[in-house]
Protein backbone atom coordinates (compact mmCIF):
# COMPACT_ATOMS: atom_id res chain seq x y z
CA UNK A 1 0.00 0.00 0.00
CA UNK A 2 2.76 2.59 0.76
CA UNK A 3 4.46 1.65 -2.27
CA UNK A 4 1.69 2.26 -4.49
CA UNK A 5 0.27 6.00 -3.00
CA UNK A 6 4.68 6.47 -2.96
CA UNK A 7 3.86 5.67 -7.11
CA UNK A 8 1.22 7.47 -7.31
CA UNK A 9 2.91 10.69 -5.58
CA UNK A 10 5.72 9.94 -8.60
CA UNK A 11 3.20 9.73 -11.11
CA UNK A 12 1.55 13.14 -9.56
CA UNK A 13 4.70 15.23 -10.17
CA UNK A 14 5.80 13.74 -12.44
CA UNK A 15 2.70 14.26 -15.07
CA UNK A 16 2.55 17.74 -13.83
CA UNK A 17 6.23 18.66 -14.38
CA UNK A 18 5.70 16.78 -17.79
CA UNK A 19 2.77 18.95 -18.61
CA UNK A 20 4.49 22.24 -17.64
CA UNK A 21 7.13 21.40 -19.74
CA UNK A 22 5.28 20.23 -22.77
CA UNK A 23 3.00 23.56 -22.36
CA UNK A 24 6.34 25.45 -22.52
CA UNK A 25 7.72 23.43 -25.46
CA UNK A 26 4.68 24.11 -26.91
CA UNK A 27 4.86 28.16 -26.88
CA UNK A 28 8.41 27.82 -27.63
CA UNK A 29 7.73 25.74 -30.81
CA UNK A 30 4.43 27.98 -32.06
CA UNK A 31 6.83 30.97 -31.88
CA UNK A 32 10.13 29.35 -33.15
CA UNK A 33 7.58 28.21 -36.23
CA UNK A 34 5.88 31.76 -36.88
CA UNK A 35 9.18 33.74 -37.10
CA UNK A 36 10.42 30.54 -39.57
CA UNK A 37 7.42 31.47 -41.66
CA UNK A 38 8.21 34.61 -41.59
CA UNK A 39 11.32 34.08 -42.71
CA UNK A 40 10.31 31.68 -45.25
CA UNK A 41 7.61 34.33 -46.46
CA UNK A 42 9.81 37.10 -47.06
CA UNK A 43 12.62 34.69 -49.11
CA UNK A 44 9.93 33.40 -51.45
CA UNK A 45 9.44 36.65 -52.62
CA UNK A 46 13.13 37.02 -53.20
CA UNK A 47 12.78 33.90 -54.95
CA UNK A 48 9.65 34.07 -56.74
CA UNK A 49 9.39 38.15 -56.82
CA UNK A 50 5.48 38.09 -58.56
CA UNK A 51 2.19 37.62 -57.85
CA UNK A 52 2.04 34.09 -57.95
CA UNK A 53 4.06 33.97 -54.28
CA UNK A 54 0.69 35.00 -52.70
CA UNK A 55 -0.50 31.06 -53.41
CA UNK A 56 2.08 30.11 -51.09
CA UNK A 57 2.04 33.11 -48.55
CA UNK A 58 -1.86 31.53 -48.12
CA UNK A 59 -0.30 28.23 -47.55
CA UNK A 60 2.36 29.59 -45.44
CA UNK A 61 -0.90 30.90 -43.13
CA UNK A 62 -2.38 27.44 -43.17
CA UNK A 63 0.72 26.38 -41.34
CA UNK A 64 0.78 28.86 -38.54
CA UNK A 65 -2.86 28.36 -37.96
CA UNK A 66 -2.25 24.68 -37.89
CA UNK A 67 0.76 25.64 -34.89
CA UNK A 68 -2.18 27.79 -32.97
CA UNK A 69 -4.49 25.03 -32.65
CA UNK A 70 -1.98 22.90 -31.35
CA UNK A 71 -1.02 25.10 -28.71
CA UNK A 72 -4.80 25.44 -27.65
CA UNK A 73 -5.33 21.32 -27.99
CA UNK A 74 -1.85 19.79 -26.81
CA UNK A 75 -1.56 17.74 -24.02
CA UNK A 76 0.42 15.39 -22.39
CA UNK A 77 0.34 11.43 -23.20
CA UNK A 78 -1.95 10.23 -25.83
CA UNK A 79 -3.63 12.83 -27.81
CA UNK A 80 -6.11 12.08 -31.09
CA UNK A 81 -6.57 15.81 -31.72
CA UNK A 82 -2.73 16.40 -31.72
CA UNK A 83 -2.21 13.36 -34.00
CA UNK A 84 -4.53 14.89 -36.24
CA UNK A 85 -2.96 17.80 -36.41
CA UNK A 86 0.38 17.05 -37.12
CA UNK A 87 -0.97 14.91 -39.89
CA UNK A 88 -2.39 17.88 -41.57
CA UNK A 89 0.53 19.34 -40.88
CA UNK A 90 2.48 16.74 -42.95
CA UNK A 91 -0.11 16.67 -45.76
CA UNK A 92 0.38 19.86 -46.18
CA UNK A 93 3.77 20.38 -46.39
CA UNK A 94 3.74 17.75 -49.03
CA UNK A 95 0.74 19.11 -51.19
CA UNK A 96 2.78 22.43 -51.12
CA UNK A 97 6.01 20.47 -52.36
CA UNK A 98 4.35 18.27 -54.58
CA UNK A 99 1.81 20.62 -56.06
CA UNK A 100 2.88 22.89 -58.59
CA UNK A 101 1.49 26.51 -58.31
CA UNK A 102 -1.64 26.69 -60.36
CA UNK A 103 -0.24 30.48 -61.06
CA UNK A 104 2.62 29.44 -63.16
CA UNK A 105 3.31 27.93 -66.47
CA UNK A 106 2.74 24.00 -65.81
CA UNK A 107 5.96 22.11 -66.12
CA UNK A 108 6.43 18.41 -65.54
CA UNK A 109 5.45 16.99 -62.16
CA UNK A 110 8.81 15.26 -61.91
CA UNK A 111 10.23 18.86 -61.68
CA UNK A 112 8.85 19.49 -58.10
CA UNK A 113 11.80 17.25 -56.40
CA UNK A 114 14.29 19.31 -58.49
CA UNK A 115 14.28 21.58 -55.87
CA UNK A 116 15.19 19.79 -53.30
CA UNK A 117 12.52 21.61 -50.65
CA UNK A 118 12.02 18.34 -48.73
CA UNK A 119 14.27 20.18 -46.70
CA UNK A 120 11.22 22.63 -45.08
CA UNK A 121 10.02 18.84 -43.80
CA UNK A 122 12.80 19.66 -41.27
CA UNK A 123 11.31 23.08 -40.28
CA UNK A 124 8.27 20.80 -38.78
CA UNK A 125 10.60 18.51 -37.25
CA UNK A 126 12.42 21.09 -35.44
CA UNK A 127 9.33 22.50 -34.13
CA UNK A 128 7.57 19.18 -32.82
CA UNK A 129 11.09 18.30 -30.82
CA UNK A 130 9.98 21.21 -29.03
CA UNK A 131 6.33 20.49 -28.42
CA UNK A 132 6.26 16.88 -29.29
CA UNK A 133 6.57 13.28 -27.17
CA UNK A 134 9.48 11.12 -28.35
CA UNK A 135 7.39 8.56 -29.18
CA UNK A 136 5.18 11.47 -31.56
CA UNK A 137 8.35 12.04 -32.99
CA UNK A 138 9.09 8.44 -34.09
CA UNK A 139 5.53 8.85 -35.62
CA UNK A 140 6.06 11.74 -37.39
CA UNK A 141 9.44 10.41 -39.61
CA UNK A 142 7.36 7.41 -40.30
CA UNK A 143 4.45 9.42 -41.58
CA UNK A 144 6.48 12.00 -43.39
CA UNK A 145 8.22 8.79 -44.83
CA UNK A 146 4.55 7.63 -45.91
CA UNK A 147 3.27 10.55 -47.14
CA UNK A 148 6.81 11.52 -49.16
CA UNK A 149 6.32 8.29 -51.12
CA UNK A 150 3.22 8.28 -51.49
CA UNK A 151 3.38 11.54 -53.34
CA UNK A 152 6.63 10.18 -55.21
CA UNK A 153 4.17 6.83 -56.39
CA UNK A 154 1.64 9.54 -57.48
CA UNK A 155 4.04 11.33 -59.51
CA UNK A 156 6.11 8.24 -60.89
CA UNK A 157 2.51 7.10 -62.39
CA UNK A 158 1.34 10.33 -63.80
CA UNK A 159 1.34 11.10 -67.44
CA UNK A 160 4.34 12.79 -69.11
CA UNK A 161 2.88 16.63 -69.29
CA UNK A 162 5.71 17.41 -72.14
CA UNK A 163 7.41 14.19 -73.71
CA UNK A 164 9.48 16.53 -76.29
CA UNK A 165 11.37 17.92 -73.76
CA UNK A 166 12.79 14.10 -72.68
CA UNK A 167 13.14 12.94 -76.34
CA UNK A 168 15.21 16.64 -76.78
CA UNK A 169 16.86 15.89 -73.81
CA UNK A 170 17.99 12.00 -75.38
CA UNK A 171 19.04 13.22 -78.56
CA UNK A 172 21.30 16.15 -77.18
CA UNK A 173 23.21 13.47 -74.68
CA UNK A 174 22.89 10.85 -76.60
CA UNK A 175 25.19 7.74 -75.33
CA UNK A 176 25.30 8.92 -71.74
CA UNK A 177 22.27 7.58 -69.96
CA UNK A 178 23.04 8.85 -66.49
CA UNK A 179 23.38 12.43 -67.54
CA UNK A 180 20.37 12.02 -69.42
CA UNK A 181 18.14 10.80 -66.19
CA UNK A 182 19.73 13.26 -63.89
CA UNK A 183 18.81 16.26 -66.10
CA UNK A 184 15.59 14.55 -67.69
CA UNK A 185 12.79 16.98 -66.49
CA UNK A 186 10.20 14.30 -66.34
CA UNK A 187 12.48 11.66 -64.94
CA UNK A 188 11.41 11.44 -60.53
CA UNK A 189 14.56 11.80 -59.09
CA UNK A 190 14.40 8.41 -57.01
CA UNK A 191 17.53 8.15 -55.54
CA UNK A 192 17.52 11.23 -54.21
CA UNK A 193 14.27 11.65 -52.53
CA UNK A 194 14.81 8.09 -50.55
CA UNK A 195 17.93 9.51 -49.44
CA UNK A 196 16.43 13.04 -48.36
CA UNK A 197 13.65 10.26 -46.68
CA UNK A 198 16.69 8.12 -45.12
CA UNK A 199 18.43 11.11 -43.25
CA UNK A 200 14.93 12.26 -42.21
CA UNK A 201 14.32 9.37 -40.23
CA UNK A 202 17.89 9.36 -39.07
CA UNK A 203 17.46 12.95 -37.81
CA UNK A 204 13.79 11.93 -36.38
CA UNK A 205 15.54 8.95 -34.61
CA UNK A 206 18.04 10.72 -32.80
CA UNK A 207 15.89 14.03 -32.22
CA UNK A 208 13.36 11.26 -30.38
CA UNK A 209 15.93 9.88 -28.49
CA UNK A 210 17.27 12.83 -27.28
CA UNK A 211 13.41 13.48 -25.88
CA UNK A 212 13.05 10.04 -24.41
CA UNK A 213 16.37 10.93 -22.08
CA UNK A 214 15.12 14.37 -21.17
CA UNK A 215 12.02 13.02 -20.06
CA UNK A 216 13.72 10.09 -18.14
CA UNK A 217 15.61 12.80 -16.99
CA UNK A 218 12.46 14.95 -15.93
CA UNK A 219 11.29 11.24 -14.32
CA UNK A 220 14.05 11.50 -12.42
CA UNK A 221 13.95 14.83 -11.10
CA UNK A 222 10.72 14.86 -10.28
CA UNK A 223 11.55 11.87 -8.33
CA UNK A 224 14.43 13.42 -6.27
CA UNK A 225 11.69 16.58 -5.60
CA UNK A 226 9.93 13.47 -3.92
CA UNK A 227 12.33 12.23 -1.50
CA UNK A 228 13.63 15.57 -1.04
CA UNK A 229 10.12 16.42 0.01
CA UNK A 230 9.69 13.48 1.99
CA UNK A 231 13.19 14.49 4.14
CA UNK A 232 11.89 17.92 4.41
CA UNK A 233 9.37 16.51 7.29
CA UNK A 234 11.55 15.00 9.25
CA UNK A 235 14.57 16.78 9.07
CA UNK A 236 15.23 20.75 9.20
CA UNK A 237 16.46 22.12 5.84
CA UNK A 238 20.18 22.27 6.98
CA UNK A 239 20.32 18.88 7.20
CA UNK A 240 18.27 17.83 3.75
CA UNK A 241 21.14 19.39 2.00
CA UNK A 242 23.76 17.41 3.77
CA UNK A 243 21.75 13.96 3.03
CA UNK A 244 21.78 15.09 -0.25
CA UNK A 245 25.11 15.09 -1.19
CA UNK A 246 25.94 11.74 1.15
CA UNK A 247 26.69 8.59 -0.29
CA UNK A 248 26.01 6.52 2.00
CA UNK A 249 22.57 5.27 2.40
CA UNK A 250 20.54 7.04 5.62
CA UNK A 251 19.27 3.88 6.96
CA UNK A 252 22.98 1.97 7.57
CA UNK A 253 22.66 0.43 10.99
CA UNK A 254 24.96 2.05 13.47
CA UNK A 255 25.41 3.15 16.91
CA UNK A 256 25.77 6.97 17.91
CA UNK A 257 25.25 9.59 21.09
CA UNK A 258 21.83 11.02 20.68
CA UNK A 259 19.46 13.46 23.09
CA UNK A 260 15.92 12.31 22.22
CA UNK A 261 12.68 14.02 23.46
CA UNK A 262 8.40 13.29 23.84
CA UNK A 263 6.64 15.59 23.50
CA UNK A 264 2.88 15.59 24.93
CA UNK A 265 -0.61 17.71 25.72
CA UNK A 266 -1.51 17.01 29.56
CA UNK A 267 -5.13 16.23 29.70
CA UNK A 268 -5.73 15.88 25.38
CA UNK A 269 -8.69 13.04 25.80
CA UNK A 270 -10.44 14.79 28.03
CA UNK A 271 -10.36 18.21 26.16
CA UNK A 272 -11.01 16.21 23.07
CA UNK A 273 -13.78 15.03 24.34
CA UNK A 274 -15.85 18.36 24.78
CA UNK A 275 -14.64 19.23 20.67
CA UNK A 276 -15.69 17.84 17.68
CA UNK A 277 -13.87 16.05 15.33
CA UNK A 278 -13.23 19.02 13.10
CA UNK A 279 -11.95 21.16 16.11
CA UNK A 280 -9.67 17.99 17.32
CA UNK A 281 -7.95 17.75 14.01
CA UNK A 282 -7.34 21.59 13.88
CA UNK A 283 -6.39 21.31 17.56
CA UNK A 284 -3.82 19.09 16.63
CA UNK A 285 -2.72 20.44 13.69
CA UNK A 286 -2.18 23.60 14.92
CA UNK A 287 -0.09 22.31 17.64
CA UNK A 288 2.14 19.65 15.64
CA UNK A 289 2.63 22.51 13.02
CA UNK A 290 3.72 25.50 16.15
CA UNK A 291 6.18 22.31 17.61
CA UNK A 292 7.68 21.39 14.51
CA UNK A 293 9.13 24.21 13.52
CA UNK A 294 10.64 25.00 17.07
CA UNK A 295 12.22 21.47 16.45
CA UNK A 296 13.42 22.50 12.91
CA UNK A 297 14.59 25.66 14.09
CA UNK A 298 16.88 24.35 16.67
CA UNK A 299 18.32 21.52 14.26
CA UNK A 300 16.36 18.33 15.34
CA UNK A 301 14.89 15.68 13.44
CA UNK A 302 10.99 14.81 14.01
CA UNK A 303 11.12 11.04 14.52
CA UNK A 304 7.16 11.15 14.44
CA UNK A 305 3.63 12.36 15.47
CA UNK A 306 2.29 10.48 18.41
CA UNK A 307 -1.82 11.43 18.25
CA UNK A 308 -1.65 14.39 20.79
CA UNK A 309 2.50 13.90 21.04
CA UNK A 310 5.37 13.73 18.85
CA UNK A 311 8.90 12.33 19.36
CA UNK A 312 12.55 14.34 17.85
CA UNK A 313 15.95 13.41 18.40
CA UNK A 314 19.12 15.74 18.05
CA UNK A 315 21.85 14.39 16.82
CA UNK A 316 20.28 12.71 13.58
CA UNK A 317 21.21 11.65 11.22
CA UNK A 318 24.68 12.74 12.24
CA UNK A 319 25.93 13.86 15.54
CA UNK A 320 27.42 17.31 16.68
CA UNK A 321 28.91 19.09 20.02
CA UNK A 322 25.47 21.21 20.20
CA UNK A 323 23.12 18.18 20.28
CA UNK A 324 22.16 18.33 23.88
CA UNK A 325 22.30 22.19 23.75
CA UNK A 326 19.85 22.28 20.84
CA UNK A 327 17.44 20.05 22.54
CA UNK A 328 17.47 22.26 25.45
CA UNK A 329 16.71 25.42 23.60
CA UNK A 330 14.16 23.38 21.43
CA UNK A 331 12.35 22.44 24.93
CA UNK A 332 12.45 25.84 26.10
CA UNK A 333 10.70 27.35 22.84
CA UNK A 334 8.21 24.42 22.77
CA UNK A 335 7.26 26.32 26.42
CA UNK A 336 7.29 29.47 25.32
CA UNK A 337 5.07 28.30 22.17
CA UNK A 338 2.81 26.52 24.04
CA UNK A 339 2.11 30.38 26.07
CA UNK A 340 1.36 31.99 23.25
CA UNK A 341 -0.50 29.19 21.78
CA UNK A 342 -2.65 28.54 24.98
CA UNK A 343 -2.54 32.86 24.94
CA UNK A 344 -4.59 32.89 21.66
CA UNK A 345 -7.24 29.59 23.01
CA UNK A 346 -8.18 31.52 25.83
CA UNK A 347 -9.04 34.47 23.73
CA UNK A 348 -11.22 32.41 21.86
CA UNK A 349 -12.76 30.87 24.91
CA UNK A 350 -10.77 27.59 24.82
CA UNK A 351 -9.13 26.00 27.94
CA UNK A 352 -5.47 25.86 27.73
CA UNK A 353 -3.43 22.78 26.91
CA UNK A 354 -0.73 22.19 29.33
CA UNK A 355 2.32 20.47 27.55
CA UNK A 356 4.83 17.79 29.00
CA UNK A 357 8.38 17.01 27.73
CA UNK A 358 11.07 14.53 28.62
CA UNK A 359 14.67 14.96 27.37
CA UNK A 360 16.78 12.08 28.20
CA UNK A 361 21.00 12.06 26.35
CA UNK A 362 22.73 8.35 25.77
CA UNK A 363 23.91 6.43 23.41
CA UNK A 364 21.36 4.68 20.86
CA UNK A 365 21.04 2.37 17.61
CA UNK A 366 19.70 3.93 14.65
CA UNK A 367 18.94 2.01 11.20
CA UNK A 368 15.88 0.81 9.29
CA UNK A 369 13.44 -1.42 10.82
CA UNK A 370 10.74 -3.43 9.25
CA UNK A 371 9.72 -5.81 6.47
CA UNK A 372 10.64 -5.67 2.76
CA UNK A 373 7.59 -3.81 2.24
CA UNK A 374 7.75 -1.12 4.67
CA UNK A 375 10.64 0.34 6.01
CA UNK A 376 11.18 3.18 8.61
CA UNK A 377 14.52 4.70 10.03
CA UNK A 378 14.26 4.47 13.82
CA UNK A 379 16.16 5.31 17.12
CA UNK A 380 16.05 2.75 19.07
CA UNK A 381 17.64 1.67 22.99
CA UNK A 382 17.25 2.07 26.28
CA UNK A 383 17.77 6.52 26.09
CA UNK A 384 13.99 6.17 23.74
CA UNK A 385 12.51 4.35 26.84
CA UNK A 386 13.73 6.95 29.19
CA UNK A 387 12.88 9.87 27.38
CA UNK A 388 9.86 8.85 27.37
CA UNK A 389 9.53 7.81 31.13
CA UNK A 390 10.80 11.34 31.66
CA UNK A 391 7.57 12.60 29.78
CA UNK A 392 5.43 10.83 31.83
CA UNK A 393 7.85 11.63 34.86
CA UNK A 394 6.47 15.70 34.70
CA UNK A 395 2.91 15.34 35.53
CA UNK A 396 3.91 13.54 38.61
CA UNK A 397 6.09 15.97 39.68
CA UNK A 398 4.48 19.02 38.48
CA UNK A 399 7.20 19.97 35.72
CA UNK A 400 6.77 21.40 32.00
CA UNK A 401 10.08 19.38 31.57
CA UNK A 402 12.28 17.02 32.72
CA UNK A 403 15.62 15.92 31.80
CA UNK A 404 18.42 13.40 32.47
CA UNK A 405 21.90 14.34 34.48
CA UNK A 406 23.13 12.63 31.23
CA UNK A 407 21.41 15.57 29.01
CA UNK A 408 23.02 18.11 31.32
CA UNK A 409 26.60 16.35 31.48
CA UNK A 410 26.56 16.86 27.76
CA UNK A 411 25.02 20.30 27.91
CA UNK A 412 27.91 21.23 30.10
CA UNK A 413 30.32 19.45 28.14
CA UNK A 414 29.03 20.83 24.63
CA UNK A 415 28.26 24.47 25.70
CA UNK A 416 30.42 25.26 28.16
CA UNK A 417 29.89 28.58 30.09
CA UNK A 418 26.42 28.65 27.91
CA UNK A 419 24.98 25.60 29.91
CA UNK A 420 24.09 28.29 33.03
CA UNK A 421 21.98 30.09 30.60
CA UNK A 422 20.20 27.67 29.07
CA UNK A 423 19.68 25.91 32.33
CA UNK A 424 18.34 29.32 33.47
CA UNK A 425 15.07 28.34 35.04
CA UNK A 426 15.74 24.39 35.44
CA UNK A 427 16.73 22.85 38.91
CA UNK A 428 18.08 19.77 40.13
CA UNK A 429 15.60 17.31 41.63
CA UNK A 430 15.83 14.30 43.56
CA UNK A 431 17.05 10.95 41.65
CA UNK A 432 14.08 9.33 40.19
CA UNK A 433 13.32 5.78 39.91
CA UNK A 434 11.55 4.76 36.17
CA UNK A 435 9.32 2.01 35.39
CA UNK A 436 11.16 -0.81 34.07
CA UNK A 437 15.04 0.47 35.52
CA UNK A 438 16.21 -0.85 38.66
CA UNK A 439 18.56 2.21 38.52
CA UNK A 440 17.53 5.50 39.86
CA UNK A 441 18.17 8.58 37.40
CA UNK A 442 19.24 12.13 38.46
CA UNK A 443 16.61 15.21 36.83
CA UNK A 444 16.57 18.19 36.50
CA UNK A 445 12.92 20.09 36.38
CA UNK A 446 11.52 23.44 34.69
CA UNK A 447 8.29 24.59 35.63
Not at 104 to 127: C, K, T
Request: hydrophobic share 50%; glycine share 8%; charged share 20%.
Amino acid sequence: MARDIAREEINSVVMDAMEADKREGQRLAVKARWIALAVIAVFLVYLNPTWAVLYYEVLLLGFAAIAWVQLKLGRVGFSRPELFLMACDLALMTFTLVVPNPFYDPWPLAMQFRFENFIYFFVLLAGGALAYSWRTIIAMGVWTTGLWTAALIWVFFQPIARPELSVAMQEALAGDARLVEFLDPNMVPIHSQVQNILVFLIVAATLALGGWRAQRLLVGQAEAERERANLARYFPPNIIDQLADRDQPLGAVRTQSVAVMFVDIVGFTLIAERQSPEEVVATLRDFHGRMETEVFDNSGTLDKFLGDGLMATFGTPDPGPHDASNAVQCARAMVAAMTDMNRERAAAGSEPMPVSIGIHYGEVVLGDVGSERRLEFAVLGDVVNVASRLEALTRQIGASVVISDGLVNSLRDGAGAGADDLLDGFHQGEQQTLRGRDEPIGVWMYA
